[in-house]
């Protein structure tokens, strides 16, 4: 199960680390994610594939999209991660966490599920009382995140915190192509026990080490650039029948390209020159982001 990490779980409290202080990598840097050049109007955008975890290797990026963000008018994300953090919070309450002293989550789960959770939280050093008052959705966000962890990748070292981190450098200008009250509104509109399916696909996942292969794959299909890789992604992302896969596809993907896709055309439409980075899931498959750029007449060059 391929799940689609939002950028809400990256690092609502986190401080990056200055990137220029660190040692610099290899000279050139490597390609990484996806990056397309869309062109209308004499306008010109970058759209780049990010992915909501990182690790301090990843950076700095390669010449390309570095040259478009030092040049561009405006920085687009799908949500900014160092934005408002009373934003965050208020979405996180509403949205991610129960109310009236509602819960534990566990007690959603189906009876054999919870003490397999118990373990996985054992597992991840997190202290199950932390996550009492979670809906079960944000309990399985948490573990996939620690999953993520424990192949190498920090969730506070993602690219959209390093994009974020650099525009405010630059002073350049920052909008958000969503909000996070919206993403984990997607989230919130599941049924209790959808949510628990949800959670209980997410253990499943991770008990079999299919998380782990998941994330390994993606995060080293966008380390590298691999088009082929990253296509083989998506299409086992649409053939996946759980519920978490279907959801992943239809809503978290298919859902949000359209209005996505909308946003960078608005932007395209009034900045000379922008860079726009979303999750590279975005960017590749059937209905990817991209396409719907070309089906609104827009010239869209794929770089790598």
Same mark, same amino acid.
């Given at each position: ?64 999209? +570095? ?44 009876? &054999? ?78 049924? +209790? ?23 390994? &794959? ?53 900045? +000379?020159?922008? %860079? ?12 990817? %982001? ?15």
């Amino acid at each position: 199960m391929f799940c689609c990490l939002f950028v809400f779980t990256a690092a609502p409290n986190a401080t990056p680390r200055a990137w220029a202080d660190d040692a610099a990598p290899p000279s050139p840097a490597p390609d990484r994610g996806a990056l397309f050049r869309i062109e209308g109007s004499g306008h010109v955008a970058w759209l780049f594939g990010t992915i909501h975890v990182g690790s301090q290797s990843f950076y700095p990026l390669e010449p390309r999209i +570095t040259a478009a963000l030092q040049t561009a008018r405006v920085l687009a994300l799908e949500v900014d991660p160092l934005g408002s953090q009373d934003d965050i919070a208020r979405a996180v309450r509403e949205y991610g966490i129960y109310q009236n002293g509602r819960g534990p989550a566990s007690a959603e789960l189906h009876a &054999a599920y919870r003490p397999r959770l118990d373990r996985l939280l054992r597992q991840f050093d997190v202290a199950p009382a932390s996550v009492a008052p979670m809906k079960p959705w944000m309990i399985a966000s948490l573990l996939t995140v620690r999953e993520f962890e424990t192949q190498g990748y920090q969730s506070e070292l993602a690219v959209e915190v390093w994009l974020s981190k650099g525009a405010r450098e630059r002073k350049q200008k920052i909008v958000e192509l969503e909000s996070v009250q919206a993403q984990m509104a997607l989230f919130g509109r599941m049924s +209790t026990g959808d949510q628990a399916l949800f959670l209980q696909e997410t253990i499943d996942a991770i008990d079999k080490r299919e998380q782990a292969s998941d994330a390994r &794959a993606i995060a080293q299909a966008w380390a590298t650039a691999d088009k082929a890789a990253l296509e083989r992604i998506a299409e086992k992302t649409a053939s996946d029948e759980s519920f978490s896969g279907r959801f992943v596809t239809r809503v978290l993907l298919a859902g949000r390209n359209p209005l996505l896709a909308d946003g960078i055309a608005k932007l395209l439409a009034r900045e +000379t020159s922008s %860079v726009a980075a979303i999750g590279v899931l975005h960017l590749v498959g059937k209905g990817s %982001v991209p396409e719907l750029l070309r089906q609104k007449g827009l010239r869209v060059e794929r770089i790598y």
